[in-house]
């Protein structure tokens, strides 16, 4: 019944998450009733995701070039280094502005049931970028998730940093517990940014 294109176009809106295949059908009806040109840069807006966007070869996040602009800003605070799960959470954190350092994007959290072990995280990247020689970084900010999976990562990278001189600080626990910084309003976010504390065993 369904002509082919709409139907392939509803399946991959259906893969998205959140969205049920009937959202995914309505979605993929109400593109059919735009302008060509529109269905056409709508498509050109998803391929740029796949050949326009990079990894950043420093901090790890999205970029659309590497080093990205935030590891070539000269302005911001070397000191200081925030760890994040994702990439998303950086942009978060941006809007709260209250933190002027850098970041490292880990790329997950652990979760060894789902096969996500510490090698498969940019964990190794960033105790190389702490053990540089001469490197300026004096904090680093564990800026993860306050649920199971962002404290075992938490605690597994406290472990790893043990023996670095660098003070390890974790955001505040204004974020209810089992929060997912991902929902977190922006004041709640610099809330939480600038009660920070410093973890120990
Ligand atoms: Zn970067």
Redesign the pocket.
């Known amino acids: 019944m369904l002509p082919e294109p709409i139907h392939n176009a509803a399946a991959a809106f259906d893969s998205l998450p959140g969205v049920g295949p009937r959202a995914a059908l309505r979605y993929a009806y109400w593109l059919m009733t735009q302008p060509k040109e529109v269905i056409a840069k709508f498509a050109k807006q998803i391929e740029g995701l796949a050949s326009q966007v990079t990894i950043?070869q420093?901090?790890?996040?999205w970029?659309d070039q590497?080093?990205?602009s935030?590891?070539r800003d000269p302005g911001r605070d070397q000191t200081s280094l925030c760890v994040v799960a994702t990439s998303q959470e950086v942009r978060m954190i941006e809007e709260t502005g209250v933190f002027k350092g850098?970041?490292h994007v880990l790329g997950g959290t652990l979760d060894p049931l789902e096969g996500r072990t510490p090698e498969t995280l940019k964990i190794m990247q960033l105790m190389t970028r702490i053990a540089e020689p001469g490197t300026p970084v004096r904090e680093i900010i564990l800026a993860l998730d306050a649920d199971i999976k962002g404290d075992t990562t938490a605690l597994y990278l406290r472990k790893q940093l043990a023996n670095t001189p660098v003070k390890i600080t974790r955001l505040a626990r204004g974020l209810p517990n089992g929060a997912a910084l991902e929902y977190a309003d922006a004041n709640t976010l610099a809330d939480a940014l600038l009660n920070r504390k410093e973890t120990k065993e």
């Open positions: 950043c420093i901090c790890f996040q970029a590497s080093p990205c935030l590891c850098r970041y």
